[in-house]
C-alpha cells in the first residue's frame, strides 16, 4: 500500500514518519517540500491524507478531484470540515475517512475518532489498523460524534497542559525549581492516569479516595467545589464541541 500525503505541517509530518517506520512508502506535497504537486501525490498513492488547513480543502479537493478513482481512500485530518463538504468536490464513489486525531498521536500516544463513508468491512479493519499506528483509533457510529471527540480529546490536551502548568507553578512558589518542578507535575499526572487505567471504580470514586475527612485535599476540593472548577471545565468543552459543529456548517 502507497501513502500519500497533501499538507505535511507538524501533525502529517509525524504521522508520514510513524507510517515510514512501519514500513509504508510514503510521498508528500506541500510548499515547503521538494515535491509541491498534489495530482502527483494522488497518482502515486491509494491512500491520500489531507493534512491541509480547513479553509485550504476545497481548493486542494478541485485540484486532486479530476485524478482521484474509486481505488483510492481519502482520509482527513482537517478539523470540522464534514465528509459531505468532500462528496460535493470529489468523485460519487469516492471512499472517504474523516479523522480527529490529537497532539500525542504525533508520538503515537494519540487519541483518534474516525468514521467512514463507502468503505468495505475489509476496509474498514485496514483503517483502523492504520490508524492504530499512531495511538488508540476509535471508530465512532455517526460523524456528529467527531465533534465531540474534538472536544473531549484534540481540545483537551490544552486542558491537561494548563493544569500541568498550575501544578508546576504551585511547586515552584513553594521552593521548588522549575527543573524538579516540572518533573513532579509530569510524573503526578502520568502515575495518576496509569494507576486510574488499572482500577475499575469510576473517576468520581477513585477522586474522593483521596480526599479524606479533614485532609489537604479535601481542603483542596473546598475551594474548587466553591468555583464550581468542574461544571467550568464541563461547558468549556461544550463550547468546544459546539465551535467545532459551527466548523462544519461554514
Known sequence: MKIG????????????NALKKAGYAVTASAPSLALNDNAAVVKKSDVIFIAV???????????IA???????TIISIAAGVPMK?????????????????????QIG??????????LSAVEKKMTQRLLSLFGTA???KKEDMINAVTAVSSSATAYVFAVLESLERAAVSHGFGKKEARTLALQTLIGSSKYAALQKEDFGVLKGMVQTKGGTTE??????????????LEKAMTAAYEKALEMGHR
Request: glycine share 8%.
Open 5 to 16: 500525503f497533501i499538507g505535511y505541517g507538524h501533525m502529517g509530518r509525524a504521522m508520514g
Open 53 to 63: 488547513r480547513p479553509p485550504l480543502v476545497p481548493d486542494v479537493l478541485r485540484e
Open 66 to 72: 479530476p485524478h482521484v478513482t474509486d481505488k483510492h
Open 85 to 105: 463538504k468532500f462528496q460535493k468536490f470529489l468523485p460519487r464513489r469516492t471512499k472517504i475517512v474523516r479523522v480527529m486525531p490529537n497532539l500525542p498521536a
Open 109 to 118: 500516544e494519540g487519541l483518534l475518532g474516525w468514521i467512514s463513508h463507502g
Open 138 to 140: 476509535i471508530q465512532v
Open 219 to 232: 481542603a483542596a476540593f473546598k475551594i474548587l467545589k466553591k468555583k464550581k472548577w468542574q461544571w467550568i
